[in-house]
């Protein structure tokens, strides 16, 4: 997996990665009124819908959520 793949407007998969990780790791850690992710599909969706601009499935940022919720 790169980080530093382009994906779209100057933003790559580490940018998405940065966009997303503070509101995960709120989710995971029970700071959030979402409860923690328990499937790979959960996490699929949850990084399509919530990261900004680009609302298509991009594998590289949900494989490195997965790791990080221990769903590999």
């Known amino acids: 997996m790169s980080n530093n793949k382009?994906?779209?407007?100057?933003?790559?998969?580490?940018?998405?990665?940065d966009e997303l990780e503070p509101t995960f790791n709120m989710?995971?850690?029970?700071?959030?009124?979402?409860?923690?992710f328990k499937t790979k599909q959960e996490v699929k969706d949850w990084c399509k819908d919530n990261?900004?601009?680009?609302?298509?499935?991009?594998p590289d940022?949900?494989?490195?959520?997965?790791?990080k919720a221990g769903l590999n």
């Open 27 to 36: 989710i995971m850690n029970n700071g959030s009124w979402q409860k923690p």
């Open 51 to 58: 990261q900004p601009y680009y609302k298509k499935h991009i």
């Open 61 to 67: 940022v949900a494989k490195y959520f997965y790791s």
């Open 6 to 17: 382009h994906i779209w407007e100057g933003w790559t998969v580490q940018s998405f990665i």
